[in-house]
């Protein structure tokens, strides 16, 4: 097989972050367009880990923003700067699952806007996706935990109902699960992210791909053939067709 062009290895070159690493418990089960069932209380939602989250709960994106930004469900409330919810299209067919804020996420309140997301923007672009236009873009926890430590479960678990109702509000076409812990945390396979990278999984009716995390490739610069830039070049070519196949109407061209 022959080295990709030079644009196709030229996208990643930024300096190496410090990556964040958030190893999470799976995500329970979703279905798409669930009907709204209010929770016993729902004023309360933001308030206490407790009190339960059905699927229906939200009407709308906006009304999951607000109960966010005023959450207190997790000591992270205590240490954040913002909140981290999203940015791009809340009715694009694809998704990108991060695993969690870093510093320059917390201090803007957007997902991946750091090196990594600078990354993931050049990949995103290499096959003419717009991250304004084409994706929707979250993480599993929304509150950055201190010195971009792991998450308790306690906080995974207080934070992943929000990620739920993301998903079925949205209804993504494809989901992509940047790293292994992003793969664990929606889907709870627990295999080493290069031996699952690239392959297509079925989760509660959607399709899902694991791809390497941008942060991972910054810290492996190499652009031989097989290895992770390559490897995520020929995974991000096999997402836009898939993409195209889905949903012929879409327009690749900006």
Known sequence: MSEPEP??????????????????????????????????????????ATIAIPPGTYASLNELTTHCQA??????????THVVISRGNPEADLMIIGEGPGQTEDETGLPFVGRAGQLLEKILASVNLDSDKD??????????????????????????????????????????????????????????????RGTWIEWEGR????????????RNPSREVGGPKWLMWQDIQAVQAKLQSLSPDHSVNH
């Open 207 to 218: 399709l899902c791909m694991p791809i390497l995390h941008p942060a991972y490739l910054l």
């Open 7 to 48: 644009l196709q290895t030229s996208l990643f070159d930024l300096v190496t972050p410090s990556p964040d690493v958030l190893d999470q418990p799976p995500i329970t089960a979703v279905t798409p367009n669930s009907p709204q069932i209010p929770p016993t209380d729902y004023a309360q939602i933001p308030n206490s």
């Open 71 to 80: 959450c207190q469900r997790c000591e992270l409330s205590q240490t954040r």
């Open 135 to 196: 994706v929707y873009i979250c993480n599993i926890v929304k509150c950055r935990p201190p010195g971009n430590r792991v998450p308790t479960l306690a906080e995974s678990n207080a934070c992943r109902p929000y990620l739920l109702e993301q998903i079925r509000l949205v209804d993504p076409k494809i989901i992509l699960l940047t790293g292994a812990t992003a793969v664990k945390g929606v889907t709870g396979d627990t295999r080493g992210i290069t031996k699952i």
